[in-house]
């Protein structure tokens, strides 16, 4: 087993050994806390970093137009100012977007960022919640304590939550 494969199992375990004394008894409170949030820095260390992008937060801006190269409606520019793309529109010359469309597109462009962290947690989740369901020789679970189905369920409900509101967010043009 490789090292990365050894702290994971170990992450896995301190989330089962968390799940099983959380709410049961107020002891061991600070202990669980301090566990919890140890395992939440190693997984963000253990989290490859997203070489090559432009700092967040990244926005939209309305440009000048130049209509010997077309129109430009917006420009997406990073959280250190740098610009990232030209959002083009229609001209009678040039075949692209339509003037609604770069709105649209320019607001989903600006969530990218988020999106794939969103993307990261709920895989996150997802890799638990299918550790939680399969035994050790990868056979799935023919029954679960009701704690790991309240469990799952919270997990699954509070990341379906936020991928509703970032896919509204990302719906919604600048």
Known sequence: MTDRALIKAMLARADDLIAAIEGTTDQFEDEVSALADAVSAVEKE?????????????????PETTPEQGTILRYLIGGDNE???DLWADTPDINLALPQDVNANGALLVRAPQMLAQLE???TVLDRISDTLHYEDGEPVTALEARDIEIIFDDARCELAAIDTLIRSARRPS
Request: aromatic fraction near 14%; avoid cysteine.
């Open 46 to 62: 253990m989290s490859p970093p997203p070489a090559g992008f432009t700092p967040e937060p990244w926005r939209l801006d309305h």
């Open 83 to 85: 610009l990232i793309a």
């Open 121 to 123: 947690r709920a895989f």
